[in-house]
Each structure stands twice: as C-alpha cells, then as structure tokens.
C-alpha cells in the first residue's frame, strides 16, 4: 500500500499506562478502613474526570479517556481483591 494514501492523524499510539505495584504472591490484600475509602474516593475522582472528558469528542479526548479507563480498570481489580481489616476510628 503506498504511504501517500495513509493519514498519519488515523494512526494512534496505544498509551502506556504504568500498572499499579503488584501484591506479593499468595498474600492476600489487606487495607485498612481508611485505605478502602481512599481506594474509592481515587475511584470517584477518575470517574468524574472521566465523565469530563467524554463529553468532549475531539481526538487527544479520547486518548485521555482510554487512559482513564485503563486506571479504573486497574483500581477495580485492586478493590475487589480487598479485604478491609481493622477498625473504624
């Protein structure tokens, strides 16, 4: 195929999102009360910085998005393989 009929704007670079640490091997994944609700409240920040950029359809937005969700997806796992332990103060 010849590069003179190629758009170099249709051509995105997947975005590199850099994982969260991983938890030890066979180690269950503890937090604390106040670690949960910072899990959550980091939750609900992305969400709604999410939300902000959907409404926008240009290009760059969407990167962005895909990011985000990338992120979320990633807190999702981390809170669903919590378990809350101690107690509240």
């Known amino acids: 195929m010849s ?11 997947t975005p590199f999102v850099p994982p ?4 030890p ?5 503890y937090v604390t009360p106040a670690g949960m609700e910072a899990l959550l409240k980091e939750k609900e920040m ?3 910085e999410r939300d902000a950029h959907s409404a926008a359809d240009a290009h760059d937005k969407q990167t962005e998005v895909s990011i985000l969700n990338s992120r979320l997806q990633m807190l999702e796992n981390r ?3 919590a378990q809350v332990i101690g107690r509240e103060e």
């Open 25 to 29: 091997v066979g180690f269950p994944n």
């Open 46 to 48: 992305l969400l709604t």
């Open 79 to 81: 809170i669903s393989s």
């Open 3 to 13: 590069r003179a009929f190629v758009n170099e704007d249709d051509q995105r670079e």
């Open 20 to 23: 969260r640490a991983d938890l």
